[in-house]
């Protein structure tokens, strides 16, 4: 590497030195160390031009030095003014600090993206960077670091599936999103697998402007097109169509409606006074010990309250074929699949995070956050499911040849 001329060492020490007596911190805004980053790295440019222009020469290409350029660079010894490189082609991209670069630490752009993904504001990221490391950032500063994640995010995205889960949770969160200076609505689509080793597992994370039974066709053909070719039981909430949707792509897929849900839409019907009669007679269906009992007791919870409030009860008549699917199952799967509950779960760890957010600035700084919860969360997704080995046997049973077709037999139950 070859050194700049006239960086006098000397001096830096006996600045250095002076510094430190006067109280001088060795880092941040005003660092004595600065000088000396600043040197090695316009160093470490300048020899990296020099290789370069000799590679272009060795190559045919004519190519030289065309000038230096300046940039504001921030580190934590300190920030400064960096002397960059152009050559006359225009094809030279240093390594040591690329060209869109003006951060050089990834401790601190590690430090600022756990933060922003704990869902503080950029303001207390800034006032936090500020008292650890003594240095100013920007919005715009912070923006550039947590965009670092997005090649990221667009692989996990991307990424291929495994060919079969046993279990799928489908639902959608609603945010508030800038665009085009309008405040708009935002659904976002998220998908919770369960995979044939007990693990959860968000298998997609999808953008519209609103819930829809036409865009959750087009979120499960993009399933499809990353591996899935087979879901054995699919727990969803009550939209209109979204049944209709999945038996579209996956045909042979069980639904098994919310059963919460279709709880909480009754009782919207029911007021104070016989919300706890009607709650007693409604738990006599869905913990039916088979699909006959419960609806003979649905049969029954009509007849005691379906002239006061039939339209509590009709959905329950519309939908049970989809209500009833787990009645099916023994307990261990009928407590899992019942309930969208564990996809839920999932959302209230979100917005643990987002609710210190008002108005998101784009779709991408929205997903953005959300990925980076998803990293979070899914460490503690590591472990299979309580009871797992059990649930699958039971699901063995039930699809031994839909199981057996993507290769997972019985060893698989080992697990």
């Not at 995979?195 to 829809?212: F, I, P, R, T, W």
Request: aromatic content about 10%.
């Amino acid at each position: 590497m070859k050194e700049k001329e006239d960086f006098n060492f000397e001096e830096f020490k006996r600045q250095a030195i002076k510094g430190m007596y006067e109280g001088k911190p060795f880092n941040g805004e005003k660092g004595i160390f600065a000088p000396l980053l600043k040197h090695f790295l316009e160093s470490a440019l300048s020899a990296e031009m020099e290789t370069h222009l000799e590679e272009s020469k060795a190559k045919g290409v004519e190519n030289r030095r065309n000038g230096k350029a300046l940039k504001q660079v921030r580190s934590l010894s300190g920030e400064f003014e960096l002397e960059s490189y152009r050559d006359r082609a225009g094809s030279f991209e240093p390594i040591v600090l690329p060209k869109r670069q003006v951060i050089i630490t990834e401790e601190l752009e590690d430090k600022v993206i756990a933060l922003y993904g704990l869902g503080m504001s950029t303001r207390d990221i800034s006032k936090h960077i500020k008292e650890i490391y003594q240095m100013e950032l920007s919005a715009a500063h912070l923006s550039s670091i947590t965009d670092k994640i997005i090649p990221a995010m667009l692989e996990w995205k991307n990424r291929p599936l495994q060919s079969l889960y046993p279990i799928v949770f489908l639902d959608c969160m609603h945010y508030k999103v800038k665009a085009d200076g309008h405040v708009s609505t935002r659904a976002i689509y998220n998908i919770l697998g369960i995979d044939m080793q007990g693990h959860k597992d968000l298998l997609g994370m999808y953008v519209a402007e609103s819930e829809g039974a036409k865009f959750w066709l087009s979120v499960l053909t993009d399933l499809k097109k990353r591996g899935v070719e087979d879901i054995l039981i699919s727990c969803i909430d009550g939209l209109k169509g979204f049944p209709e949707a999945i038996s579209t792509v996956y045909p042979q897929t069980q639904i098994q409606l919310c059963i919460v849900h279709q709880i909480r839409n009754s009782l919207k019907f029911i007021p104070d006074k016989d919300k706890r009669a009607f709650v007693a007679d409604l738990k006599r269906v869905y913990t039916a010990n088979s699909e006959e009992e419960g609806f003979s007791e649905l049969e029954a919870l009509e007849s005691i309250w379906g002239r006061k409030y039939g339209v509590a009860i009709k959905p329950w008549f519309n939908n049970w074929t989809n209500l009833s699917s787990f009645f099916a199952y023994s307990e261990d799967i009928r407590r899992l699949i019942y309930t969208t509950n564990p996809i839920e779960g999932f959302h209230r760890q979100v917005r643990k995070v987002t609710k210190t957010k008002g108005a998101f600035t784009s779709d991408q700084a929205l997903q953005k956050l959300v990925y980076l919860v998803v990293r979070n969360v899914s460490e503690k997704w590591r472990l299979a499911i309580r009871n797992w080995g059990a649930t699958l046997s039971q699901l063995y049973v039930i699809f031994e040849d839909r199981i057996k077709f993507h290769n997972f037999g019985q060893a698989s139950l080992g697990g």
